[in-house]
Nanobody
Framework: QVQLVESGGGLVQAGGSLRLACVAS????????VGWFRQPPGKEREFVVS???????YYSDSVKGRFTISRDNAKNTVYLQMNSLKPEDTAVYYC?????????????????WGQGTQVTVSS
């Protein structure tokens, strides 16, 4: 079992930045692919970005060039640096982890999820 806890969400003006953190406890986090997903108000959950064990990353087109994912395995933490935030980035952000993730953008491939952190971007 892996327990995930997100933090770092909040209210920010458009153009601002936030850094989210996903801290894991339980199994060795370095063995897991970690993804960030988000659910905007009234919409379906959507993929944001993922990072594999190797460190390779995969971004959705909507955040490419603005968001950066990184991991510190020594601290069992994955970060999501979000710059140039837009009102449409407003959502609950979730981190998820899995060991055998085939399709990085599919939430079903991640068995472990955090409780989410709210990000609100005002215009």
């Amino acid at each position: 079992q892996v327990q995930l806890v997100e933090s770092g969400g909040g209210l920010v003006q458009a153009g601002g930045s936030l850094r989210l953190a996903c801290v894991a406890s339980g199994r060795t986090f370095s063995r897991y692919t970690v993804g960030w997903f988000r659910q905007p108000p009234g919409k379906e959950r959507e993929f944001v970005v993922s990072i594999r064990l190797s460190g390779s990353t995969y971004y959705s087109d909507s955040v490419k060039g603005r968001f950066t994912i990184s991991r510190d395995n020594a601290k069992n933490t994955v970060y999501l640096q979000m710059n140039s935030l837009k009102p449409e980035d407003t959502a609950v952000y979730y981190c998820a982890a899995g060991q055998a993730v085939v399709t990085l953008s599919a939430g079903a491939g991640y068995p472990y999820w955090g409780q989410g952190t709210q990000v609100t971007v005002s215009s």
